[in-house]
């Protein structure tokens, strides 16, 4: 055992190595899918989540986001990835149906864990609205996928990956396996 844990109770023990987890956390905070942005095909965002992104910078993310997607969806696939850099992070985005999902990450975000992030989201909506969606359909279904999106990326996080245990979850129903 640490020596500077001699003569400490159990409760003071278990506070401080939950402490030190909390301070890897953050430092770990930097390791983060920074941004998921969806927006309509007139560039109009629709969802924004960001996370570790100081809100100075927020409208510079969303114009070069919507820009970036001007500039390079038209006649893109459903589905079909670009990715792109910017100030050393890593961008990847797609088209679904009438809505363009941009995904942002750093470090250990790169291209692959982004696509991994992105293929999960795109499928989540299509899940929630049955199809590609149009403009119309997808804020129809605005606050389902709200749940979705929120219980794939967690404070910067991919969270949840799995098609079933987000269906079960936006249920708002506990899970059966723990």
């Known amino acids: 055992m640490d020596s500077s844990f001699r003569g ?6 278990v506070g401080h190595l939950l402490l030190q987890q909390s301070r890897l956390l953050i430092q ?19 969802v924004e989540r960001f996370n570790g992104v ?9 114009s070069f986001l919507v ?19 910017h100030k ?15 995904l942002v990450g750093k470090d250990e975000y790169d291209e692959l864990a982004l696509s991994e992030a992105i293929f999960v ?12 969606p149009t403009e119309r359909l997808f804020l129809d279904k605005y606050g389902r996928i709200c749940l979705c999106l ?3 990326v967690w404070k910067g996080l991919l969270e949840n990956t799995d098609k ?14 723990f």
């Not at 050393?88 to 941009?102: D, N, R």
């Not at 989201?121 to 590609?132: H, L």
């Open 121 to 132: 989201v795109t499928s989540a909506i299509k899940d929630v609205c049955g199809k590609p």
């Open 88 to 102: 050393s992070v890593y961008i990847v985005y797609t088209v679904l149906g009438h809505v363009s999902i941009y």
């Open 150 to 152: 929120d219980e794939i």
């Open 164 to 177: 079933d245990r987000i269906k079960r979850l936006i249920r708002l129903k506990p899970p059966t396996e």
């Open 54 to 62: 100081p809100g100075e910078e927020r409208l510079h993310w969303r």
């Open 67 to 85: 820009k970036l997607g001007a500039d390079n969806l038209k006649g893109v696939k459903n589905e079909e990835l670009l990715v792109a850099c």
């Open 28 to 46: 770990d905070r930097k390791k983060m899918l920074l941004a998921v942005l969806i927006a309509n095909s007139e560039g109009n965002i629709l």
């Open 8 to 13: 400490r109770s159990f409760s003071s023990i």
